[in-house]
């Protein structure tokens, strides 16, 4: 079973600045690795996916890297809506599919 | 557009059983996967179970396997969870979710959730 891990667990960041959030994974994925952001009391969305490949109607501002076990999320010139906690999660072969623990995204 | 409501969840006792359901809508539902998603209070989020478009493969984590169920018709575009001898840490908000394919495990549309208790 492929295991998930994020770092870090927080990360405090200032209105436009750019933050850099790592995923990393015991296995390798290839690129079959997404991004999710979510906002307190809101349903998780999907960011990225295919390790680089925004999903539909994200903003530029975001983008991801990486393959094997080695994952990277980040943003640039962080908005006030941007501030969430964000979950990267394996599709890699067959199931379970897990999520890593999150990374806080909190106001510096 | 894409519309994901859950339903079903509620306070269930130890040993018990509760079956939740996801009304789908926006989509062709049965060309689709579908999975569950859960959220413990205040805790990251535990992939559940898939199951493929047709219903031809289920599977589900360790952590439910051989507890809860998860299935589908595809004729009420409807996703379903029965989860069988609860326990406490079964409390969580579990969310439906879409399958970008018929079973690739990536999940691009959620709906808002159903809260589940397991208290006596």
């Known amino acids: 079973e492929i295991v998930m891990t994020q770092s870090p667990a927080t990360l405090s960041v200032s209105p436009g600045e750019r933050a850099t959030l790592s995923c990393r994974a015991s296995?390798?994925?290839?690129?079959?690795l997404a991004w999710f952001q979510q906002k307190p009391g809101q349903a998780p969305r999907l960011l990225i996916h295919s390790s680089s490949t925004r999903a539909t109607g994200i903003p530029d501002r975001f983008s991801g890297s990486g393959s094997g076990t080695e994952f990277t999320l980040t943003i640039s010139g962080l908005q006030s809506e941007d501030f969430a906690i964000y979950y990267c999660q394996q599709y890699h072969d067959r199931p379970p599919w897990a999520f890593g623990p999150g990374t806080k995204v909190e106001i510096k | 557009q894409v519309q994901l409501v859950e339903s079903g969840g509620g306070v269930v006792q130890p040993g018990g059983s509760l079956r939740l359901s996801c009304s789908a809508s926006?989509?062709?539902?049965?060309?689709?996967?579908m999975h569950w998603v859960r959220q413990a209070p205040g805790k990251g989020l535990e992939w559940v179970a898939i199951?493929?478009?047709?219903?031809?493969?289920?599977y589900s984590a360790d952590s439910v396997r051989g507890r809860f169920t998860i299935s589908r018709d595809n004729s009420k575009n409807t996703l379903y969870l029965q989860m069988n001898s609860v326990r406490p840490e079964d409390t969580a908000l579990y969310y439906c979710?879409?399958?970008?394919?018929?079973?690739?495990?990536?999940?691009?549309?959620w709906g808002q959730g159903t809260l589940v208790t397991v208290s006596s």
């Open positions: 926006g989509f062709l539902f049965s060309s689709y996967g």
């Open positions: 979710a879409r399958d970008r394919g018929g079973g690739l495990g990536l999940i691009e549309f």
């Open positions: 199951i493929w478009f047709d219903g031809s493969e289920k």
């Open positions: 296995q390798s994925l290839s690129t079959n």
